[in-house]
């Protein structure tokens, strides 16, 4: 089991390299070959999700290196959960990417795809500050290939931006490891949650920080105001799959300040304790409210969706914000549909475009689209699902957050905040909708693209997600529970990591 935990991450490296050399044999070749490592992920991350149910850390020592000398790769309830979304996101990413013929587009498509998931899941599993950052750059060097993938004036212009911001978040990265470790001397996660709790009160100044510092760069990866301006613009002009793929993204920062904030700033850390989440709250209210106006003002589809991404992530950092374990519940059932929904509502909006012709995805009157009624009817099932109206699983999501807020002293500003922005969210859909599927044009011959069915069936399996997570919300927020009641519980995971002697690797 704990070789299964090296398995997720060394499994993409390898099938990056093989697909390198696959591009002699052909498009096709590589289109099977990195399905087929796909779907192995798939479940091979479905049989982690398994293991870690036991409650047990699966703790994997590279090289034989014991804790905190060596790599460290941890598998709990919380990195198989996030395994197993980006795995889900990108089978359904990468099979429309291969039905609508976007691998054709540019060269290393599918080496990149690869390479992104080894940053992925590296960065998922990851034990210690380090090799988060290391992943981080590898994750970002390959998002950088896919989001130019097929060129074009803007997607380049995106592109650039996006690079510099993440250029700029990866050298404070680097500032806020060297503090760290100038402050305690290791840069393992369970060694620095154990040495920060016995820190002598004159390094705390410098440790809190570094920490701050360190969440400064977690906000550039989760887009979290005021760091969110090149997200909305980067994911809205590149291809549709990548954007998908992109989805999880943002939720690495998501999952990096509940990983390394929440354990070495847990419960044991002192005066230390919990002083970054009056940051988290306050800053995700604000980038909620933003990212509504976004919403409001998007000119097109794409646009619109990524401000929609923008506005989820605003949510889960309100719930991480709240640092409890039944805030961490709901969070984590509603990042679990914001994630996959968003994927689909990114591949719609692709659909959508395709079938408009020359008006695209922009928000003016054209000719009728084929099969305006399926893809009207879908975009609706869609955006009451990202909107979070009922009955689908964004509603329960919010009202599970606002639920878990009830005994915070900023309760009515959390209210006042999600009512306001999902109306706002709500009325810019209902408009989109209205703009793209009603004031239509009427003409003899439909001038989009005919719907590619096989591609489309994406876009179904990522939106069907919602119903799933309504009708089976109880065992479902059961595993949540349990995976937040893990993540709060420091001791375990810091006696885990730092207790596992070098023979038990191998077993």
């Keep these: 089991m704990m070789q299964l935990t090296a398995w997720a991450v060394l499994l993409p490296l390898i099938a990056g ?37 036991t409650g047990v850390h699966q703790v994997y020592l590279a090289g034989n290196w014991i804790a905190p000398f060596g790599i460290v790769f941890v598998l709990d309830q919380l990195s198989a959960l996030m395994v197993l979304i980006t795995s889900l996101l990108a089978l359904a990413a990468l099979w429309y990417a291969t039905a609508a013929q976007y691998d054709r587009q540019g060269s290393h498509f599918h080496v990149l795809f690869q390479l992104q998931l080894f940053g992925l899941n590296g960065a998922f599993l990851t034990g210690d500050v380090f090799n988060l950052f290391v992943f981080f750059e590898v994750l970002l060097l390959a998002s950088y290939g896919l989001l130019l993938h097929g060129g074009g004036r803007l997607r380049t212009k995106a592109g650039l931006h996006y690079v510099v911001i993440n250029l700029i978040g990866s050298t404070l990265f680097l500032f806020a490891v060297g503090a760290l470790y100038g402050a305690v001397g290791t840069l393992n996660i369970a060694d620095m949650a154990a040495k920060i709790s016995v820190a002598p009160a004159e390094d705390l100044g410098l440790i809190a920080a570094a920490g701050l510092l360190l969440l400064v760069v977690f906000g550039v990866k989760a887009a979290m105001f005021p760091l969110y301006l090149w997200m909305p613009n980067a994911y809205a002009q590149t291809s549709a799959p990548v954007a998908a793929l992109f989805a999880i993204m943002t939720k690495v920062g998501i999952y990096s300040i509940i990983r390394v904030h929440g354990t070495i700033f847990g419960e044991q850390a002192g005066d230390l304790a919990n002083f970054y989440t009056p940051w988290v709250l306050s800053l995700g209210l604000v980038t909620l409210l933003l990212a509504a106006f976004g919403v409001m003002a998007a000119r097109g589809l794409r646009e619109q969706v990524a401000y929609l991404v923008l506005a989820s992530v605003a949510t889960l950092l309100i719930g991480v914000g709240l640092n409890s374990p039944e805030a961490l519940t709901a969070t984590l059932y509603y990042l679990i549909h914001s994630t996959l929904i968003a994927g689909g509502m990114f591949l719609l909006a692709d659909v959508i475009a395709r079938g408009r012709g020359v008006a695209e995805d922009r928000f003016k009157s054209a000719p009728i689209m084929p099969n305006a009624i399926l893809i009207g009817s879908v975009f609706m099932f869609g955006a009451i699902a990202m909107t979070g109206m009922p009955p689908l699983s964004g509603f329960f999501g919010k009202v599970l957050i606002l639920s878990a807020a009830l005994e915070n002293t900023w309760f009515f500003a959390i209210l006042a905040t999600v009512l306001i922005a999902s109306l706002l969210m709500i009325i810019a859909m209902a408009r ?76």
């Design 17 to 53: 390299f093989v697909l390198l050399f696959a591009r002699m044999g052909g498009l096709r070749l590589q289109r099977s070959l990195n399905l087929l490592v796909v779907l192995g992920l798939v479940f091979m991350s479905i049989e982690m999700v398994k293991v870690s149910v």
């Design 432 to 507: 989109a909708g209205s703009l793209l599927f009603y004031r239509t044009q009427p003409v003899e011959v439909l001038p989009g693209e005919p719907l590619n069915r096989a591609s489309f069936s994406a876009v179904i399996g990522l939106l069907a997600i919602s119903p799933i997570l309504v009708i089976f919300a109880n065992p479902i927020t059961a595993y949540t529970e349990m995976v937040s009641t893990q993540v709060f519980d420091n001791a375990t995971y810091i006696e885990a990591v730092l207790s596992i002697p070098a023979t038990q690797r191998v077993e």
